[in-house]
């Protein structure tokens, strides 16, 4: 069940939307009748999803906006340029992030690894947050949601670079959610347990077993369970929700 309406006269830029989690919440806001902005660093794949969704709904309803969410002026002037085009952003959905080394214990794990994926899911989850909200403080109105992680609560053991990120992007949550708590502006988090997705698929298989074996429910998530969670978090009626990240993993709830 979906509500027709609940995104019109809405424009929400959803990095990683080319595939994923990204592409399923950025698909659900266009049912609903919202505008996207589907940002992604792979070109090719994203101009095909963009078209695949211009013909699916309305030409004018999707961009495309190529976007290396670890590049600050690539985030600002995209950012300005998505501006420019629907003359506001009123959602920001960060799904963009990789895993980095898996299946591995800390002492294995090379430093570049561990650096690039704070870069991606840290560091790029500041820079967008950073440069959309100007834009939402413009408008007085803002809805921003950051993809964690229950690694990010919790920890997975041999996942200790993929776990530190996403327990940063959790602070940040908290401490951005705070600084708006008195504008028009919220600052959420999603954290998923596993959801089968191509990122998942390309880990290791002994650490997704390990994974979803901590799940009460021992399945995965759905990625119409991640949309449906995210749409209602970046739409209106979240309205007294800030500075939170949401659990989404079949009871293996932390905190």
């Known amino acids: 069940m979906t509500f027709q309406n609940r995104f019109k006269d809405r424009v929400a830029v959803v990095t990683g939307g080319a595939q994923g989690l990204g592409k399923a919440i950025a698909w659900r806001i266009l049912e609903e009748g919202g505008a996207i902005v589907l940002c992604d660093r792979d070109a090719t794949l994203g101009q095909e ?3 695949s969704a211009q013909d699916a709904f309305f030409k004018d309803c999707v961009h495309f906006l190529p976007l290396d969410i670890t590049n600050e002026s690539s985030v600002e002037s995209g950012f300005a340029e998505a501006h420019s085009r629907f003359g506001k952003l009123d959602i920001l959905v960060n799904a963009a992030g990789i895993v980095g080394p898996n299946n591995v214990r800390i002492t ?3 430093t570049e690894g561990f650096e690039e ?3 991606v899911n840290l560091t790029g989850s500041f820079l967008v947050t950073k440069h959309i909200l100007p834009f939402m403080q413009q408008a007085d109105y803002g809805r921003v949601l950051l993809i964690a992680s229950i ?3 919790e ?3 041999g996942m200790s670079s993929y776990s ?4 940063g992007v959790i602070g940040l949550v908290k401490s951005v959610g705070k600084e708006f708590a008195e504008s028009n502006i919220t600052v959420n988090g999603l954290a998923p347990a596993v959801i089968r997705t191509q990122m998942v698929e390309d880990m290791e298989p002994a650490q997704v077993e390990y994974m979803t074996s901590r799940i009460p429910m021992k399945r995965c998530g759905t990625l119409d369970e991640v949309s449906a969670l995210a749409t209602w978090i970046v739409s209106e009626e979240a309205s007294f929700n800030t500075g939170f990240t949401f659990d989404l993993t079949g009871g293996r ?3």
């Open 164 to 167: 530190t990120s996403k327990a």
């Open 155 to 157: 920890g997975n053991a």
């Open 117 to 119: 994926v704070l870069r």
């Open 253 to 255: 709830a932390v905190y």
């Open 108 to 110: 294995e794990t090379p």
């Open 49 to 51: 999803v963009a078209a």
């Open 151 to 153: 690694a990010g609560k």
